[in-house]
Nanobody, 123 residues
Framework: EVQLVESGGGMVQPGGSLRLTCAASGFMFSNNVMYWIRQIPGAKFQYVAGISPDGTRTQYRDSVKGRVTITRDNAKNMLYLQLNTLEFEDTAMYFC????????????????RGQGTQVTVSS
């Protein structure tokens, strides 16, 4: 059974940082594109960042480029999302997702995701 467990969310002030983690199990993690999406209550999901199976290729949505870094540790089956210089607009539930595609920029709400971790940016 595929399991994705996110952690690391919290409440921070604008300009602050958080590191989200995702513990993956139940599948061959090192063979899969992984990505993060986020959702504001009542709004659609947004793609945030994706990473290739070997970690050499990454993709980001334009609004987070330069502030967000996606990485992975295949030896530990872990996915990470470093969020820096957080803005009010980054407030959302963040989900770790196992991609069904080999393309780091392709995403679908039908892909398997975890329960999410909440990020709240507030002064």
């Amino acid at each position: 059974e595929v399991q994705l467990v996110e952690s690391g969310g919290g409440m921070v002030q604008p300009g602050g940082s958080l590191r989200l983690t995702c513990a993956a199990s139940g599948f061959m993690f090192s063979n899969n594109v992984m990505y993060w999406i986020r959702q504001i209550p009542g709004a659609k999901f947004q793609y945030v960042a994706g990473i290739s199976p070997d970690g050499t290729r990454t993709q980001y949505r334009d609004s987070v480029k330069g502030r967000v870094t996606i990485t992975r540790d295949n030896a530990k089956n872990m996915l990470y999302l470093q969020l820096n210089t957080l803005e009010f607009e980054d407030t959302a539930m963040y989900f770790c997702v196992k991609s069904s595609s080999s393309d780091t920029a392709t995403w679908s709400t039908g892909d398997t995701r975890g329960q999410g971790t909440q990020v709240t940016v507030s002064s």
